[in-house]
């Protein structure tokens, strides 16, 4: 099983960045996928969910800036990050899951900053 982020980067505040998570190894339409962000020396923080059958949960610090979508034909996970703000500053993880089955990808970093 592999997951595998892309998209990170340093963006000014304002700004926008799409992160992508494809996955390989796994029925990905069977699992609810996560993004997670993580600052160092802090817990990693949920910031959204996507269930197998595409329903978006959000994290309020996400609501009205981060959509996640998912494309079950090319096994990836996305969220569309705008409205970028320097607390946003973090490593950003994708999570895969379906019952006691949890897969994590490596992380992409993500610098808001002028």
């Known amino acids: 099983v592999q997951l595998v982020e892309s998209g990170g980067g340093l963006v000014p505040p304002g700004g926008s960045l799409r992160l992508s998570c494809a996955a390989s190894g796994i029925i990905f339409s069977a699992y609810t996928m996560n993004w997670y962000r993580q600052v160092p020396g802090n817990q990693r923080e949920l910031v959204a969910i996507?269930?197998?059958?595409?329903?978006?949960t959000y994290a309020d610090s996400a609501k009205g800036r981060f959509t996640i979508s998912r494309d079950n034909a090319k096994n990836t996970v996305s969220l569309q990050m705008s409205n970028l703000k320097a607390e946003d500053t973090a490593v950003y993880f994708c999570k895969a899951y379906r019952g006691p089955l949890e897969y994590w990808g490596q992380g992409t970093q993500v610098t808001v900053s002028s």
């Open positions: 996507i269930t197998s059958s595409g329903s978006p």
